[in-house]
């Protein structure tokens, strides 16, 4: 069972170019979770989402992001007008259910997307 | 809000030495979960051990195991005969019983020396 995919795994994009990143969960996941990671510093939650629904972003900058996860495909996490602060790892996870019972899940993470703004 | 802090930015160990890694939290809520996580220079995050609030035995897997004081809202983690393969970036975690978000300690840096 393949684990939870991202690419690219490295992208640079100059400052005002838009960053398009890709997360494929594992097979039978539907709940998928974008983190962040600033250089030295923990993960930070951004969004969680489930297909075709945003479950809660309230870790979402309020300008230049967005995310989603369609129906078919992978979950999309969009950086518009990409600036140097936005450079850093940027981490999805998934798990194969939610939580609001409290279930015992785990969330699987990728290896992580290494944006670099120049 | 709940808040993670890890205040040891670097450990350092003896291959085959305990080390123990610190952890507290801060939170309201009564139920909730914790967890350990080793992030290796390949940056793939890899948990490691996971204690639920409401269980008072500690968590063990292996070598690992942890220290879950829910009064003093403190979770350490120790590693017993460490091993090369365990110098990483650890991060300790919480989680709500009803959110589903990882709320991230700023982490610490793990040498292991021959």
């Known amino acids: 069972n393949a684990g939870v995919m991202q690419n690219p795994r490295h992208l640079v994009r100059r400052r005002g170019q838009e960053a398009r990143l890709r997360c494929s969960p594992m097979?039978?996941?539907?709940?998928v979770y974008w983190y962040r990671q600033l250089p030295e510093e923990g993960l930070k939650f951004m969004v969680y989402?489930?297909?075709?629904?945003?479950?809660?972003e309230s870790g979402m900058p309020k300008e230049r992001f967005s995310a989603e996860f369609p129906k078919e495909g992978p979950s999309i996490l969009r950086i518009q007008q990409v600036v140097r602060g936005d450079s850093a790892a940027y981490f999805c996870?998934?798990?194969?259910?939610?939580?609001?019972?409290?279930?015992?899940?785990?969330?699987?993470f990728g290896p992580g997307t290494r944006l670099t703004v120049t | 809000a709940q808040t993670v802090t890890q205040s040891q930015p670097e450990m350092s160990v003896q291959e085959a030495e305990t080390v123990t890694l610190s952890c507290t939290y801060d939170t309201s809520e009564s139920d909730y979960y914790l967890f350990w996580y080793k992030q290796p220079p390949s940056r793939q995050m890899i948990l490691v051990i996971r204690?639920?609030?409401?269980?008072?035995q500690n968590a063990t897997e292996n070598r690992f195991s942890v220290n879950f004081q829910k009064a003093a809202k403190s979770f350490s983690l120790k590693i017993s005969d460490s091993q090369l393969g365990d110098a990483a970036m650890y991060f300790c975690a919480y989680r709500g019983y009803n959110t589903d978000k990882l709320i991230f300690g700023t982490g610490t840096r793990l040498q292991v020396f021959p």
């Open positions: 989402l489930q297909k075709e629904n945003i479950i809660d």
């Open positions: 097979k039978g996941h539907s709940h």
């Open positions: 204690q639920e609030a409401y269980k008072q």
């Open positions: 996870a998934s798990s194969p259910t939610a939580t609001l019972a409290g279930g015992e899940y785990e969330q699987y």
